[in-house]
């Protein structure tokens, strides 16, 4: 595990000389049953923003974010939508009164995304792509 | 002269007519057309500014809730949107607003009482897709926003009244300086130059001083012309008055040369008449009787031609001088009447008289006044072979100081076509050359008469109807007089009175002429006189130191010592200070006679000399009271 934490450190390093604060490959997963194979780019951010929440099956998506703390939330809507968490933020306040559209709900932890896409047939989440495992399908990868 | 005080202030030229007041006016009116296209052409772009403006302010709002905007239709989301444009409203300049996302809308506000003319809102409407705040391409809605007339209505508003403001201004300021640089290069140096040119006296040498800064302006122009024009009218003033003297010396030699004729004819004529007087008094036959009066009547027509032409000379020279005595027109009428009566009643005419309301006592010249009637009147016998002549007085107008007579005089003679009458008046014309043969006569009868209606404040005129009769009247203005004093009495018989009272006194008579002193001698000793006779002055004054004169007779030209000086030497020998000198002179214009009384003379004969007048002024003198 030494020479892969030392092969990551040193891509890590790399992407953070290269893409700032590109700290990890996320990938976006859903629970391998559910019946769907891919999910393009925008059909994620009508998901995860709000705009239009089904599943090309008809089921109504349930999104859930990773915890504010780590990177890999604002590395998600990095990669997704080219916008800063305090961009997503400000968004959702703005929605936030109307109370029509709700965020994507908080995860406290990455096993608790993992959990809660396994346990909804709608859920959506997204991981580091090493900690996606064989329940889960990839619907969506951003390419580097 | 230009440096003269200017105690008017230059701006009191801005007269309603002035220079300064017409360019102001017109200055005013090209400005105030200027100034209509221009507010039009403001009003016209400020309309595009106004809309550009309001454009700008909507982008400004616009930018402002874009993000909010992107969300509410990225979400659908109604309320956000009913939100964000009731915001975007509570800007004035919005009227409208339309939130869509894809089809559906969102939300579409309404400013509340605002009126929306559809044209008008849809026109200046702005429009602005919206993209998805996370896909940047992709087209998620619109927001349409339409202004608030009002308020492009206000902004045009204020545009245009800042415009007028600026032209207003600008037109002040324009008019000031206008008026300043037309007052200083302008009136000032020109109404300076109109006040000197009124002071100036070309002819003592003053020239109009070039006005400082002027000598390559119009206005220097126009100074260096006025100068060259002074320069003109001096020389042609120079000239004139040379002309003028040529002219004055040759009327000088001119009177001479008439009073020297004047005195040449009145000399012999003084011989031919007094010698036909004295031959009738010795006693004559009626044959030769008849031949006397021929021989008078001859005289006395030379003498008035002499008498006219010398009149006319006079009245033409300008120095005929009326007289001012106190005369009664019935007695002046008398008179013509008279004089005319015997040659009327031989060529069988009847002499009448019309003496309307005259009547009362005139101040005038009568004797004038009677050559001036005696002219109509024996015209009027001449020419008329049968029928009538009628003197005619009337008053035309009657104030308390004055009244206006007209004198008429109406044939029924021979009349006088139209083209003669128009040539009637002037000197030297009569109706047709072949009348002079016929009728005689100078031509300067009506000539004088008319001058003479003039001098006397009136007007001459003759009007006929050839084969008819002719009437010619004059008018003559007169000073109401007071009552006439004791008229002459005609009645006292003047030779007899003289034999009666003075019968062998002693006088003295003065001429050079042989002739006259023969004459005069003659007819004083008719009434008894005895008479001493002078050829020069110094004799006279010899004689009258060592004799006592009762009267002298004096005549004014003679060699040696002349009459004037004569008369002041004798008027100083003791005794004669009151002694009659009376002044017998073939001189006879009025200026002769103010001389002759100048020098201490008493009274003033002229040559011809006739015996009733000599006695008469000879019998008047003696007979003078205090003496």
């Known amino acids: 595990m030494t020479e892969l934490s030392r092969h990551l450190s040193i891509l890590g390093l790399l992407a953070l000389l290269c893409w700032g604060d590109v700290l990890a490959d996320v990938v976006v997963v859903v629970d391998a049953k559910s019946g769907v194979e891919r999910l393009s780019q925008e059909e994620v951010i009508n998901i995860f923003l709000g705009r239009y929440r089904k599943l090309p099956t008809g089921i109504t998506a349930l999104p859930i974010d990773q915890p504010q703390a780590g990177g890999l939330r604002a590395e998600f809507y990095r990669k997704l939508a080219d916008k800063d968490v305090s961009e997503i933020n400000a968004y959702w306040a703005r929605l936030y009164f109307s109370g029509k559209t709700r965020p994507p709900l908080q995860a406290n932890s990455a096993s608790e995304v993992l959990a809660h896409v396994l346990g909804n047939p709608g859920g959506v989440g997204y991981l580091e792509r090493s900690q996606a495992d064989a329940r889960v399908r990839i619907v969506l990868s951003f390419s580097p | 002269m230009a440096t003269r005080k200017f105690s008017i202030s230059p701006l009191m030229h801005i007269s309603t007519q002035g220079i300064v007041f017409r360019s102001v006016l017109i200055t005013l009116a090209a400005f105030i057309v200027a100034s209509l296209g221009a507010i039009g052409f ?9 809309n550009l403006v309001i454009e700008t302010r909507l982008n400004q709002l616009l930018d402002t809730v874009q993000s909010t905007v992107k969300t509410a239709c990225f979400v659908g989301d109604h309320d956000l949107a009913r939100e964000v444009a009731q915001g975007l409203l509570s800007n004035s300049e919005v009227l409208q607003v339309t939130i869509m996302a894809g089809e559906s809308i969102l939300a579409d506000e309404f400013r509340r009482g605002a009126s929306l003319h559809a044209g008008q809102a849809s026109s200046a409407a702005l429009t602005r897709k919206i993209n998805s705040p996370f896909v940047t391409d992709q087209i998620i809605g619109e927001v349409r926003l339409i202004p608030n007339p009002e308020v492009i209505d206000h902004i045009r508003q204020a545009d245009i009244s ?35 040119l009124h002071k100036m006296d070309p002819t003592a040498g003053e020239r109009l001083e070039m006005p400082q800064g002027h000598a390559r302006t119009e206005i220097g122009l126009l100074v260096s012309s006025v100068n060259q024009l002074a320069d003109n009218l001096v020389s042609a003033i120079d000239a004139s008055r040379e002309a003028r003297t040529v002219a004055e010396t040759a009327s000088r030699a001119k009177s001479a040369f008439l009073a020297n004729m004047s005195h040449e004819i009145r000399t012999p004529m003084n011989g031919i008449v007094g010698m036909a007087n004295i031959l009738r008094r010795l006693g004559v036959s009626p044959e030769q009787e008849r031949c006397l009066d021929t021989l008078d009547t001859s005289a006395q027509h030379l003498l008035s031609v002499i ?17 001012e005595i106190p005369f009664s027109v019935e007695s002046l009428v008398a008179h013509v009447a008279a004089i005319l009566a015997e040659p009327a009643k031989a060529k069988g005419v009847s002499l009448l008289v019309e003496l309307g309301e005259v009547h009362g006592n005139l101040v005038g010249d009568p004797t004038r006044l009677q050559q001036a009637l005696l002219n109509y009147v024996s015209n009027a016998v001449k020419f008329t072979e049968a029928g009538s002549v009628t003197l005619r007085i009337s008053i035309l107008e009657e104030s308390t100081e004055s009244a206006t007579l007209r004198f008429e005089v109406e044939d029924s003679g021979i009349g006088i076509t139209p083209e003669a009458m128009a040539r009637l008046f002037c000197a030297f014309e009569q109706a047709d050359n072949s009348m002079t043969r016929k009728y005689g006569g100078t031509g ?17 005129g003759a009007f006929s109807t050839v084969g008819v009769g002719s009437t010619f009247w004059f008018t003559a203005k007169l000073k109401k007089g007071e009552a006439l004093g004791v008229e002459p009495d005609a009645s006292v018989d003047v030779e007899a009175e003289l034999r009666k009272c003075h019968a062998g006194r002693r006088i003295l008579v003065v001429d050079d002429e042989p002739i006259n002193l023969e004459i005069a001698r003659m007819q004083l000793a008719d009434v008894d006189l005895l008479v001493d006779t002078a050829e020069n002055g110094a004799k006279a004054v010899a004689l009258a130191s060592c004799n006592s004169y009762a009267a002298i007779f004096m005549d004014m030209q003679m060699p040696e010592l002349n009459g004037i000086e004569a008369t002041q030497q004798i008027r100083q020998l003791p005794g004669y200070r009151d002694t009659p000198i009376i002044a017998m002179t073939a001189n006879a214009f009025a200026e002769d006679k103010v001389q002759c009384l100048a020098a201490g003379m008493n009274d003033f004969l002229t040559k011809p000399l006739y015996p009733e007048n000599l006695f008469a002024v000879l019998l008047r003198l003696l007979n003078r009271p205090g003496r």
Do not use: C, H
Not at chain 2, 42 to 50: I, L, P, V
Not at chain 2, 167 to 192: E, K
Not at chain 2, 447 to 460: F, K, N, S
């Open chain 2, 307 to 323: 008498n006219d032409v010398l009149d006319l000379s006079k009245i033409e020279a300008g120095k005929f001088t009326l007289e």
């Open chain 2, 444 to 460: 300067l009868g009506l000539a004088i008469t008319r001058r003479l209606a003039e001098l006397m404040g009136g007007d001459a």
């Open chain 2, 42 to 50: 403001t009003a016209y772009s400020t309309g595009e500014r106004a």
């Open chain 2, 162 to 196: 800042l415009a007028a403001k600026q032209l207003t201004w600008q037109l002040a300021l324009v008019s000031i300086v206008i008026i300043t640089a037309l007052i200083l290069f302008f009136v000032r140096p020109i109404s300076r130059m109109s006040l000197a």
